[in-house]
């Protein structure tokens, strides 16, 4: 696989990015597509040299055609992720994710890409009910009027297109569902990212004593948060061993509380706090933990833990909180 001809589309957004990265130490030559509308140059800047950038929409039928020309392989990751946008941008999510997949098998198809890698998600399960959840839970759209399945509704797409179109137009396709995929970097409309943010703003109105910090639900809500670095991993891993029409979980079985991640972001920031817990969102997850053992059965093992990739993640937010968008 070392000289493939390897499209990333959504390169230069944070788990494209990173990914890209990997593909080029494998060897590959790599060109990415990406409109930048939520990617960025700056994470690109140190292998600039090393790959082809290709602007443009996804949802554009004849500038992804001109991307996949002279193309091998495809790691379709342009969609439009985060929570903030699910609820409030339902169409534009459902609009990039839809068009984005036929836009791109069609172009696979009409040049001859015989290899598809799809970045899925966790959000396809909604609710899953077993816990850890493995790859063969339902696929669930629990309420079609809750903007918030916009996201996991155009995945539960995505997927059913690729492999279907995958049974008789492509030689390999492989899915991958990551899970609560978190760094540096990584954006501004996820948790870890906003509680960051909030806890600097809360430290700064209440410089002594415990600092109060607000969160959604009564604390006792659960995430298997996994470091971008693991992701790619696992994601490499499944690259080279993964089956034909396969899915995979890319994630960790390292579950916590979202009160005890408010609790381990304020403790690196040396300070206590008092929760005051709030309503959730409607149709947030409750819990999540992924089942990993059918990617573990490749090779793949989680190597990065919470407590390792959190503080310089924290410490990416605090230095750059001037980069962040102005609410």
Same mark, same amino acid.
């Given at each position: ?8 589309? @959504? ?16 060897? !590959? ?15 690109? =800047?140190?292998?600039q040299?090393?790959i ?10 004849? /500038? ?13 990751? !342009?969609?439009?992720?985060? %929570?903030?946008?699910?609820?409030? =941008?339902? #169409? ?30 966790? #959000? ?13 839970a ?14 996991? @509704? ?7 297109? /690729? ?7 492509? &030689? ?16 501004? #409309?996820?948790?870890?990212p ?7 703003? =809360?430290i &700064?109105?209440?410089p ?9 639900g009564?604390?006792? &809500? ?17 690259? &080279?061993? @993964? #089956? ?7 994630? %960790?079985?390292?579950?916590? /509380? ?10 690196? =920031? ?21 089942d ?31 980069? /962040?968008?102005?609410?």
């Amino acid at each position: 696989m070392s000289q493939r001809r390897v499209l990333v589309t @959504g390169g230069s957004g944070f788990i494209g990015s990173s990914l890209v990265k990997a593909l080029v130490k494998s060897g !590959a030559r790599v060109r990415v597509f990406d409109d930048n509308s939520r990617g960025s140059p700056r994470r690109l =800047a140190d292998i600039q040299k090393d790959i082809e950038f290709t602007g443009g929409d996804i949802r554009d039928a004849g /500038a992804v055609d001109a991307a996949m020309r002279s193309i091998d392989e495809v790691h379709h990751l !342009a969609f439009v992720n985060g %929570t903030e946008f699910f609820y409030n =941008a339902p #169409e534009l999510v459902l609009d990039v994710g839809v068009k984005g997949i036929v836009n791109v098998l069609d172009a696979c198809r009409k040049n001859k890409v015989g290899s598809l890698i799809l970045a899925s998600s966790s #959000e396809v399960y909604q609710t899953p009910s077993n816990i850890p959840t493995d790859e063969s839970a339902p696929l669930i759209v629990p309420d079609p009027q809750n903007p918030r399945f916009s996201y996991g @509704g155009g995945k539960i797409i995505s997927e059913l297109m /690729a492999i279907n179109y995958g049974r008789k137009d492509f &030689e390999r396709v492989l899915i991958f569902r990551p899970h609560n995929v978190y760094g540096p970097d990584m954006g501004w #409309e996820h948790v870890i990212p906003q509680f960051a943010l909030r806890m600097q703003r =809360a430290i &700064e109105k209440h410089p002594k004593g415990a600092v109060p910090f607000e969160i959604q639900g009564d604390g006792r &809500e659960t995430r298997s948060f996994c470091h971008v670095d693991d992701l790619v991993a696992g994601v490499m891993t499944m690259r &080279e061993k @993964g #089956e034909h029409l396969g899915i995979y979980h890319v994630g %960790t079985r390292e579950e916590i /509380a979202v009160a005890d991640l408010a609790r381990r972001i304020a403790r690196h =920031a040396g300070r206590e706090i008092e929760l005051i817990t709030g309503p959730v969102q409607p149709g947030s997850t409750l819990r999540r933990c992924p089942d990993i053992s059918k990617l573990g059965k490749l090779g793949y093992k989680p190597r990065v833990p919470l407590d390792d990739g959190l503080p310089p993640t924290l410490d990416w937010y605090w230095r750059n909180a001037a980069l /962040a968008p102005k609410s």
